[in-house]
């Protein structure tokens, strides 16, 4: 079968390898309709992802088609539309016994620790495929995960009805976090460098947008939350300057979601923190919420369209690493299908 492998840093190829087969009883074998680049696969392009090991195949946005099942899999038939989890938890360790598997100290994501869906076929365990109805596109199903992305910020930063969220970064992630938040009731302001995302941003939803490179971020939260400063701030950048920022735009008692990652060294902003008795959470692909986000991506469907911007054909792909370069000035989501030709 064809599929995308980085071998190395840098290096991308469409190789030929062997498909894989459903070994366990448990396992499903997916044929890959449609997988969604993210931020993080441009990361383990380039050899930026603390995660990663090489060679891999990436892909951890997926949408496909069950094409055969484990003698123990009965929840799903071949001939089923599928999105995939891609979180595998060991299921012993303290994260999983208190049942937050998605940060397992074993943890292992589909397209980042083990091979993903940038192939034509895909073999997992059932616990991570969920049915989705036929007529969601397999180029919007691959947001289910990055929706629950959204919906795991959310629930770590506790996101209610009362809170003036800010969301640093309107970029997929980002625009996933604010359909999250505007869902639970919050009051979201979302900024940005790129016009376009702020765009999407106002589409999406958000009761206010900002500009920071045009204007003042720190007195715009001010302005939005009558002085206060934000009650949660939920940083989708994963850069040091905005992650140090993040802890200045928060309240006191308020609290803090770290979703963008990075592999520089961070200031630790003792003080605010302290001072503030800021609440302060990292967040880790999602714990469970495949099936609330199968429901969200399905509901905003004519939403998500505008943000899938770009669709590349799988069998034509000659040159992999074009998918991987980086898209500045857009929201852009790139997905890569086997299915519209
Ligand atoms: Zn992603
Ligand atoms: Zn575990």
Redo the contacts with the bound molecule.
């Keep these: 079968m064809r599929a995308v492998v980085i071998s190395k840093p840098g290096r991308a190829a469409v190789a030929e390898i062997t498909p894989p087969q459903t070994t366990a009883p448990t396992d499903v074998l997916i044929r890959t309709l449609a997988v969604g680049i993210c931020g993080s696969d441009v990361g383990i392009f380039r050899g930026k992802s603390p995660f990663v090991t090489y060679p891999r195949i990436p892909g951890h946005e997926l949408a496909g088609e069950v094409v055969a099942v484990g003698r123990d899999v009965t929840h799903i038939a071949p001939g089923a539309r599928v999105v995939v989890d891609p979180v595998i938890?060991?299921?012993?360790?303290y994260?999983?016994r208190v049942g937050r598997?998605n940060c397992?100290?074993?943890l292992r994501v589909v397209g980042v620790h083990v091979d993903g869906g940038m192939a034509e076929y895909l073999a997992v365990n059932r616990k991570q495929v969920y049915p989705v109805s036929n007529s969601l596109p397999p180029h919007l199903a691959v947001m289910c995960e990055p929706m629950s992305i959204g919906l795991q910020a959310c629930v770590r930063g506790r996101i209610c009805e009362d809170d003036k969220l800010v969301i640093i970064g309107a970029g997929s992630i980002g625009l996933m976090v604010l359909l999250a938040a505007k869902a639970k009731g919050a009051q979201v302001l979302i900024s940005d460098i790129v016009p376009y995302r702020l765009q999407l941003a106002e589409e999406f939803g958000a009761d206010r947008t900002v500009n920071s490179q045009q204007s003042d971020l720190f007195a715009a939260v001010s302005r939005f939350t009558d002085g206060e400063g934000a009650s949660v701030v939920i940083e989708a950048v994963g850069a040091p300057s905005t992650i140090s920022q993040a802890f200045s735009l928060a309240c006191a008692a308020g609290r803090v979601v770290i979703l963008g990652i990075t592999n520089q060294s961070i200031e630790f902003p003792l003080q605010k923190i302290i001072g503030r008795e800021l609440d302060v959470y990292g967040s880790r692909v999602n714990n469970g919420l495949f099936p609330q986000a199968i429901e969200m991506v399905e509901r905003h469907q004519s939403l998500l369209a505008k943000l899938v911007n770009e669709i590349v054909d799988f069998h034509s792909l000659d040159d992999a690493t074009r998918i991987f370069l980086d898209r500045p000035g857009e929201a852009g989501k790139l997905v890569v299908t086997t299915c519209y030709r």
């Design positions: 938890s060991c299921g012993s360790c994260a999983c598997a397992c100290a074993n």
